[in-house]
Structure formats: C-alpha cells, structure tokens
C-alpha cells in the first residue's frame, strides 16, 4: 500500500521520524530515575541537523559510504557521506533538529532534541556512527594514521554492518579526537548504546527552529 500524500508530504515519511521521538518520550520516565537515557536507536532516510559544544571521542575511523535519503519530492536516492565511527564518545551541549515541510494546515515542523546541556552530565555513546555530508568544526587528532584502507583501520570500531562503502577504499583513523564548536548536517545517527542526560524533546512550527 503506497503511503498517503497530501500538500506534497508523505504521512509515512512523516510518521518514520516521528515514531523515534514518541518513543524516547515515553522512556523519560524511566531515564528521570537514572539521569540518563540509554538506547540504541539511529534516525535515517532524511537529513538532519546537529550541533555540540565539543565531542571527544576515543577509538577513531572515517571512510566514504553512501547512505539512501530521498530527494525534495520524497523519491528515494543516493548521498555521499563520511562515516565517523568512535568506540566511545562524550557530547557536551548536544541539539539534534528535524525538518518535515509543507503539513497541511500546519505547515513546516522541526523536531529538536536536545541533550548533555550541563557540562558536568555529557551525553555518552559506545560504538557510535555518524554519517555526514557536511561538517564544520575545531579539531585535534591524536595518532592519526591517513591514507589507511577501511578495512585495514584498527583504532576505531569496525566498519559499520551493512554499510555502503568500498573496504578499500581511503580512510583515516586516530586514537583520540575532540571537535569543537561542531556544526554537521548528517543523513544517520547509529549507536550501540546513547546516555542523553537532560534530554528535552519539542515539537515546532514554522521556520527557524533548527539548530543552527
């Protein structure tokens, strides 16, 4: 059955970005508890936008891969991208934003999500895959091996199961890494385990609601 189209928006679409945060939401409860949120969850088939303070990670790798979005009339197609993978990370200040356009009678609709926004309580995450297409930031590699083969990098976790890249194609990999002053627009988020310490969750319409 095709999904239902009305004002240019696909409800299914709409529906498969939406059904991650019902669910977050409906865990907060249990998180308040424990201060944090632990999940494994990753958010794809769009592009979204992500923005921290700094994140440090240790266990580094990148490679190209090509990840499946859909275009601006909701067909699905191909976009090149850089896998970061970490064997574990701390975000400081984390803002995750969303955009669904043309709703009917809504119009435009952000889902931001927000996280580790006290210093002291960062957001955590153990074998972490961030697909990139662009990426704006202050780094510092530690022991950087460039020029590596994908399948040969040892420092970070290994290639993402199911990812779509050449395992010989160019990489790079350290042994640590810190961005800061980050700004990244990105086709997927994966993650073995994610703790969002002070996750916050909202709904918004019209324009300018993203991250940056």
């Known amino acids: 059955m ?13 529906a ?3 059904v991650p945060a019902v669910a977050a939401t409906g865990a907060i409860g249990v998180a308040m508890a424990q201060g944090a949120l632990a999940a494994s969850f ?16 240790t266990g580094f790798s990148q490679y190209g891969g090509v990840d499946t979005g859909y275009d601006l009339k909701g067909n699905k197609a191909a976009h090149a991208v850089a896998v970061s993978g970490f064997k574990s990370a701390t975000i400081t200040n984390m803002c995750q934003s969303v955009v669904t356009p043309d709703v009917p009678f809504i119009g435009t609709v952000t ?9 002291s309580k960062p957001v955590t995450a153990k074998d ?11 780094a510092v590699f530690t022991n950087i091996d460039i020029g590596v083969a994908a399948k040969d990098a040892t420092k970070g976790p290994a290639m993402k199961p199911g990812e ?9 990999q350290a042994e640590k890494v810190t961005l ?20 916050s969750m ?5 324009d300018g609601n993203e991250c940056y």
């Open 128 to 138: 972490l895959y961030l697909d990139v297409e662009d990426l704006d930031a202050d």
């Open 180 to 199: 800061s002053h980050v700004k990244q627009k990105a086709w997927a988020t994966t993650a073995g385990t994610f703790k969002l310490s002070g996750l």
């Open 42 to 57: 990753s958010v794809s088939g769009q592009s979204f936008k992500v923005t921290t303070d700094q994140l440090k990670g």
């Open 111 to 119: 889902l931001v999500l927000k996280a580790g926004q006290n210093a």
């Open 2 to 14: 095709s999904s239902q189209v009305r004002g240019g928006t696909r409800w299914k679409r709409f």
């Open 164 to 172: 779509k890249a050449n395992p010989f194609g160019f990489s790079q």
């Open 16 to 18: 498969l970005v939406m």
């Open 202 to 206: 909202r709904l918004k319409t019209g």
